[in-house]
């Protein structure tokens, strides 16, 4: 599973992992300001902006945008680039083809796109299935599929009361086969 | 138990679709798609008449629709926090609606099944659930609908990105499906690890009960898959059929290795959890919530009697704050709520019998 907890957790059952306080990112850095007697801590991602707005103070020219990078922002909504990096939501459609680019580098940063789908350089859509207005059709079998393989691999280990089980369900479904739905 | 006369109230009237749920594994499953409306900033960048037309146009379709019975809508500036509460508990939520405000709005219907929230982070977000085990046939039944409104509505959509949301995380397919079980064996006998170890598949998560991620409150992990793009919606569904199917198979083995080696601390455990839930004065839901579980084990095992599985399903469900709060016509205080708690539990588990000696 993609959320790895600790050795001592009780369940091996995720944990979320700290989050950096100015985006969602996990941290990487910690932060620590020293002003007269107030000592404040923040924790950070690696590419916080607010990192390079503290290190560099507001004025900073640039200041979250990585090299190469020019102020974009979207010019239906307004929605910028330094917002999408600390997390906040898009702001219209138009954001998805300013941002297209920036978006499929971050899904993939998040583990939000299966790897044989992210690794698929040569295919532009990360999009798989229906367009609106397709209506998908469950296959009736495919239930039938997933206990069926139960059904053998229980067999395989001789564990007929389960077995047993898993007939009753196949037979259930096989009796009433179209459409429970309507 | 004889209920008080339902309350009018939409909301805290809502009918149970988990009354009848006689699995003591299946807790639930709920389905949701996200979608928005083309020509429509999303809610966040939306203005407020924008978004009362959202609402219009998405209640008005949503009215019509044969596939809903009764549907009502009610405006989040008229929903109180406890009705708001509510609906978290009734259709499992894994975010709070306490930050609803003006602008968005509910839409339910009489099954107690269906739950539409307009302008809560994306225009529409559609959501069944089911205490059946009906995975795929709730997924036609949510696609009828979405389609159906589809027809009077576009849904902003782009052939790279599919359906589009406000999160992009969220984009492509805009569907997240979420299996509850409850695997008290497996847990109890420490085994989870090991078996979640085994299944596990980058393409599901797992988090404790209403999306809490570490905190696994009354043995239900909630498996939810983690990719809404780069997939199919079968390819979703079926994934989750088949993930689930293995683990309902290794908690029953758990079981049945309990049952045959009469495990003395599972019998311990259990024993405990049935004291806690008939004798305490007063208690908390996650405390009721782990004992309520270590019951339907008992019950399977034929420890306990005198009590169904549906019935602990029932309770499972209605103890929780804002239901029990309902139950009692919303008159208790909230330091009153544990006492009241353990009240209403002992009346639902008065015939129960522990057959433990």
């Known amino acids: ?182 | 138990m004889t209920e008080p006369t339902p309350p009018s109230n939409p909301i805290l009237g809502l009918s149970k679709p988990w009354v009848e749920n006689s699995n003591s594994i299946w807790l639930a499953s709920t389905i949701s798609l996200y979608r928005n409306v083309e020509k429509f900033m999303y809610p966040s960048k939306l203005s407020s008449d924008r978004q009362k037309q959202i609402i219009g146009l998405v209640g008005k379709y949503l009215f019509n629709e044969e596939g809903l019975t009764g549907p009502s809508i009610v405006l989040s500036e008229n929903t109180s926090p406890l009705e708001k509460e509510y609906l978290v508990e009734h259709f499992l939520s894994s975010y709070g609606f306490q930050h609803a405000h003006s602008g968005e709005a509910f839409i339910i219907d009489q099954t107690g099944q269906f739950l539409a929230t307009v302008n809560d982070h994306d225009h529409i977000r559609l959501k069944i659930i089911d205490c059946q085990g009906e995975l795929e046939s709730t997924w036609s039944r949510l696609v009828k609908l979405e389609t159906s409104i589809g027809k009077s509505v576009t849904y902003s959509f782009l052939p790279k990105f599919g359906f589009l949301t406000a999160d992009p995380s969220f984009c492509g397919t805009g569907l997240v499906a979420t299996v509850f079980l409850q695997l008290p064996a497996l847990i109890q006998i420490d085994d989870i690890d090991e078996v979640l170890d085994k299944l596990a598949d980058e393409s599901f998560l797992i988090t404790g009960i209403q999306g809490s991620p570490s905190e696994i409150i009354g043995d239900v992990l909630a498996i939810q898959n983690n990719y809404t793009t780069g997939v199919s919606e079968e390819n979703i569904i079926s994934g989750l059929r088949s993930l689930t199917t293995k683990l309902l198979l290794e908690e029953n083995r758990a079981r049945k290795s309990i049952m045959h080696s009469q495990n003395p601390n599972v019998k311990d455990q259990v024993s405990r959890a049935f004291g806690i839930l008939l004798h305490s004065y007063q208690i908390e839901a996650v405390e009721a919530l782990n004992a309520i579980s270590l019951m339907k084990l008992g019950v399977e095992i034929k420890w306990i009697s005198g009590i169904s599985i549906a019935q602990l399903n029932h309770l499972f469900f209605n103890c929780r704050r804002s239901h029990l709060m309902s139950f009692y016509g919303n008159t208790i205080a909230q330091e009153e709520i544990p006492h009241k708690r353990s009240e209403y539990i002992h009346k639902a588990l008065k015939e129960a019998r522990l057959l433990i000696e």
């Open chain 1, 1 to 182: 599973m993609p959320l790895k907890p600790e050795e001592n957790n009780e369940f091996k059952v995720p944990e979320r992992p700290l989050e950096c306080t100015e985006c969602k990112k996990p941290i990487a850095v910690r932060y620590t300001e020293i002003v007269g007697e107030t000592v404040t801590h923040t924790s950070m991602c690696a590419d916080c902006p607010e990192l390079l707005r503290r290190l560099y103070g507001l004025n900073h020219e640039g200041s979250s945008l990585l090299p190469g990078e020019t102020r974009l922002a979207c010019g239906e909504c307004g929605t910028s680039l330094e917002a999408i990096r600390v997390g906040t939501s898009l702001g219209c459609n138009n954001c998805y083809e300013v941002f297209g680019d920036i978006i499929v580098a971050e899904l993939i940063a998040e583990e939000k796109i299966p790897i044989r789908v992210a690794n698929n350089k040569k295919h532009p859509s990360i999009h798989i299935g229906r367009s609106p207005g397709e209506i998908p059709e469950m296959s009736p079998s495919s239930r039938l599929i997933t206990l069926n393989e139960a059904l053998h691999e229980t067999l395989k280990i001789e564990d007929y009361e389960q077995a047993a089980w898993l007939r009753d369900q196949i037979k259930a479904l096989t009796e009433k086969p179209e459409k429970k739905d309507d």
